[in-house]
């Protein structure tokens, strides 16, 4: 077939005569602003409400329950079921409390038959339910599993939350402290013997502040230093996180500075690069000091040391620059952290938020030129005295562990 046969010159018959004079536009005094304006649409709507031809689910319903007719309201003669299909679409009847048999009757055939023992126990009745079809028993069987299981894990979990449980708990921790020292056993190494027993309570008073384990890995371990830290500076070393965001250091000056600060306290910017840096001591006597305020049980700084403003202010130098690798623990007390109490009669202990990987950073020269204005070498510390609305606050955060003393 070709392109001509499928197009058709259009043909009209106009049999009115033509007009006497040329059209004419006629001029209307219609204010066009006010009948466009949202205060002329609204007070037609008031006036006379539109009426739609089409329902509120203009014409297409969703609830199909009454659109579709049910299938149990069908014709049931209109379909012939054979005989040996019957014993699939049956509806069981237990003809009483003492029968052998029960009997079955198909409503859609009106085929009837009997079956044994054997049947009633191959077919599940009493597990499944009496007058339930065939279809919904196979549809529902693996949903009704789930469902089961799902109830069951619920009842356990509320058990192990319940006044009861809760309360043997307790119970068995008094129990437990009454157990022998040289009966108690290590649960995975038997030739392990206790030594003594202490008393282990939680840390209230340093329940606002999260405690992580720090490890350096591979290259970064401080040993590898040719000079490392000791001890005693590590007690008192300080880490810092520093971010880079791309294209705000630009230039060294203090404006890209105060825009990498502002970028990092914006929650919806991502770093473009981040690490830490390890700054200890500068000297041994100012760790030593620096290791007993921070060691001090007491809000305050030590009131007995009658120093002038500058002695609070310590002197750090930096010791290298590490990459972080952040993991969460999967439950609250997977690790804790153990220190002594001051009398040396027991030990506090208060779980470890998350574990931090260090690894050795390394960067390129034309990085660490981008970088240069995030370098610290040298890190003021200045200690003070908590203030009256930052001590509320840690009294806060306590009273939620210890509502009697910080409540």
């Known amino acids: 077939m070709s392109r001509s046969n499928l197009a058709v010159k259009q043909r009209y018959q106009n049999n009115l005569p033509a007009p006497p004079f040329p059209p004419k536009l006629v001029d209307y005094n219609i204010d066009?602003?006010?009948?466009?304006?949202?205060g002329y649409l609204s007070t037609v709507f008031l006036q006379k409400p539109l009426e739609p031809e089409v329902d509120q689910e203009f014409g297409m319903p969703i609830d199909l329950a009454g659109v579709l007719e049910p299938v149990e309201s069908a014709d049931k003669n209109s379909a012939h079921l054979s005989a040996a299909d019957a014993e699939l679409l049956e509806e069981i009847e237990i003809s009483g409390p003492g029968s052998d048999k029960q009997v079955a009757s198909v409503a859609s055939s009106g085929i009837q038959a009997s079956s044994s023992d054997s049947y009633r126990e191959a077919s599940g009745a009493n597990d499944i339910g009496i007058g339930t079809s065939f279809l919904r028993r196979t549809a529902y069987m693996s949903s009704d599993t789930r469902r089961s299981l799902k109830r069951q894990t619920n009842?356990?979990?509320?058990?192990?939350?319940?006044?009861?449980?809760?309360?043997?708990?307790?119970?068995?921790?008094?129990?437990?402290?009454?157990?022998p020292v040289n009966k108690l056993k290590h649960p995975n190494?038997?030739?392990?013997?206790?030594?003594?027993v202490s008393p282990l309570l939680p840390d209230l008073k340093d329940s606002d502040i999260s405690f992580v384990d720090v490890r350096f890995i591979g290259s970064a371990s401080l040993n590898n230093l040719q000079n490392p830290p000791q001890k005693n500076e590590l007690r008192?070393?300080?880490?810092?996180?520093?971010?880079?965001?791309?294209?705000?250091?630009?230039?060294?000056?203090?404006?890209?500075?105060?825009?990498?600060?502002?970028n990092a306290n914006d929650p919806t910017r991502k770093p473009t690069d981040q690490w830490i840096s390890l700054y200890v001591p500068d000297s041994a006597e100012k760790a030593?000091?620096?290791?007993?305020?921070?060691?001090?049980?007491?809000?305050?700084?030590?009131?007995?040391?009658a120093r002038e403003e500058e002695e609070a202010e310590f002197e750090l130098r930096k010791v290298q620059d590490n990459n972080i690798q952040i993991i969460e623990p999967q439950?609250?007390?997977?690790?804790?952290?153990?220190?002594?109490?001051?009398?040396?009669t027991g030990y506090f202990y208060a779980p470890v938020s998350a574990r931090i990987n260090l690894?050795?950073?390394r960067v390129d020269e034309r990085t660490q030129r981008e970088l240069d204005s995030l370098n610290i070498d040298i890190l003021d510390l200045k200690l003070r005295e908590l203030s009256?609305?930052?001590?509320?606050?840690?009294?806060?955060?306590?009273?939620?562990?210890?509502?009697?003393?910080?409540?």
Request: glycine share 2%.
């Open 32 to 38: 066009t602003d006010g009948l466009l304006s949202a």
């Open 388 to 407: 009256p609305d930052e001590s509320m606050q840690r009294d806060e955060v306590r009273s939620m562990f210890d509502p009697v003393t910080y409540g």
């Open 189 to 196: 190494k038997p030739a392990v013997h206790a030594v003594r």
């Open 359 to 361: 690894s050795r950073r």
């Open 236 to 262: 008192a070393s300080v880490f810092y996180k520093s971010q880079y965001f791309e294209n705000d250091n630009d230039n060294n000056n203090d404006e890209d500075n105060d825009s990498n600060d502002a």
């Open 288 to 305: 030593e000091q620096l290791v007993k305020y921070s060691t001090d049980l007491r809000d305050t700084l030590p009131a007995e040391d």
């Open 155 to 179: 009842l356990s979990k509320k058990s192990e939350d319940d006044v009861h449980t809760q309360l043997q708990r307790i119970e068995a921790g008094f129990a437990a402290c009454k157990v």
């Open 331 to 344: 439950q609250e007390f997977d690790e804790i952290i153990i220190t002594e109490t001051p009398d040396k």
